[in-house]
């Protein structure tokens, strides 16, 4: 079982900016891409960011230049620096990992979600 506790949303004025944080703990044999996603009130969820084991990085084009994601292996995290925070950032945030785990019949990967972080960007 595997455990994404994130970390650090909260109310900002646009122009802001806000750290977001996600730890992963468990049985964690390795994780392999994480990600930052979103989803705003009456909205789907929609990806924000992820990052591969070995630092590739992707982006959604609304977040591009004001965003950063950023990853530690040692500690099993990912983070979010998100700068210049526009109203329409508002959402809750959620973490998530392609986890690789060791079960008594073998390895297998799966999508672990964390429970999510709320921003809220006023105007």
């Known amino acids: 079982q595997v455990q994404l506790v994130e970390s650090g949303g909260g109310l900002v004025q646009a122009g802001e900016s806000l750290k977001l944080s996600c730890a992963a703990s468990?049985?964690?044999?390795?994780?392999?891409?994480m990600a930052w996603y979103r989803q705003a009130p009456g909205k789907q969820r929609e990806l924000v960011a992820a990052?591969?084991?070995?630092?590739?990085?992707n982006y959604a084009d609304s977040i591009k230049g004001r965003f950063t994601i950023s990853r530690d292996n040692a500690k099993n995290s990912i983070y979010l620096q998100m700068n210049s925070l526009k109203p329409e950032d508002t959402a809750v945030y959620y973490c998530?990992?392609?986890?690789?785990?060791?079960?008594?019949?073998?390895?297998?990967?799966?999508?672990?979600w964390g429970q999510g972080t709320p921003v809220t960007v006023s105007s």
């Open positions: 990052i591969t084991r070995y630092g590739n990085i």
């Open positions: 998530n990992a392609l986890a690789v785990v060791t079960t008594t019949v073998g390895q297998f990967e799966y999508a672990a």
């Open positions: 468990g049985s964690i044999l390795r994780l392999n891409t």
